[in-house]
């Protein structure tokens, strides 16, 4: 994988409970959603980042051990990291407010207060922009041939979508 749950320990994308080593049932919980949306969002997101073949040779890349490291892959990977944890956060952001269930869409409660986490979501996103248009010129000057940046990877939001 090109991240893992420490993207998520501290800093902007800091998430509660996320850590490292997971002591508790909660840490593993936490660990194990962060994990599945890592898996389930990397495809799409080389997809987009890097285009077609170029990205299933990146993700099968990252997903196996290497005796011999391929160092263009691994400075692609590199360049990758912080735009994806950003990616991943966006969506985590926008999925968590409600779980799904057999007859709908349930909105979570604990002790604590929702927010809306569109301010959050706008800040990351914006963030994972800047962060791609780095990638371009990293790809550029890593004479990486192929590489196609979707467009939406490259615009801002604003929280009207405007």
């Given at each position: 994988?090109?991240?893992?749950?420490?993207?998520?320990?501290?800093?902007?994308?800091?998430?509660?409970?996320?850590?490292?080593?997971?002591?508790?049932?909660?840490?593993?919980?936490?660990?194990?959603?962060?994990?599945?949306?890592?898996?389930?969002?990397?495809p799409?997101?080389?997809?987009?980042?890097?285009?077609?073949p170029?990205?299933?040779?990146?993700?099968?890349?990252?997903?196996?051990?290497?005796?011999?490291?391929?160092a263009?892959?691994?400075?692609?990977?590199?360049?990758?990291?912080?735009?994806?944890?950003?990616?991943?956060?966006?969506?985590?952001?926008?999925?968590?407010?409600?779980?799904?269930?057999?007859?709908?869409?349930?909105?979570?409660?604990?002790?604590?207060?929702?927010v809306?986490?569109?301010?959050?979501?706008?800040q990351?996103?914006?963030?994972?922009?800047?962060?791609?248009?780095?990638?371009?010129?990293?790809?550029?000057?890593?004479?990486?041939?192929?590489v196609?940046v979707?467009k939406?990877l490259?615009?801002?939001?604003?929280q009207?979508?405007?």
């Amino acid at each position: 994988m090109i991240i893992d749950v420490t993207s998520f320990t501290s800093g902007a994308r800091q998430i509660e409970n996320a850590a490292e080593t997971q002591k508790s049932a909660n840490q593993v919980a936490v660990a194990g959603r962060i994990s599945g949306y890592i898996d389930a969002l990397q495809p799409d997101f080389l997809k987009h980042a890097v285009g077609m073949p170029l990205a299933s040779q990146i993700d099968e890349y990252s997903r196996n051990n290497h005796e011999e490291p391929d160092a263009t892959m691994e400075a692609l990977i590199a360049s990758l990291k912080e735009p994806f944890a950003d990616f991943v956060f966006f969506y985590m952001l926008r999925d968590m407010n409600s779980q799904p269930t057999i007859t709908g869409l349930v909105q979570l409660k604990c002790a604590n207060s929702y927010v809306s986490p569109l301010d959050k979501g706008v800040q990351i996103w914006n963030h994972m922009v800047d962060e791609m248009r780095c990638f371009v010129g990293d790809a550029d000057a890593l004479n990486v041939e192929g590489v196609v940046v979707d467009k939406n990877l490259l615009t801002y939001i604003n929280q009207f979508n405007l």
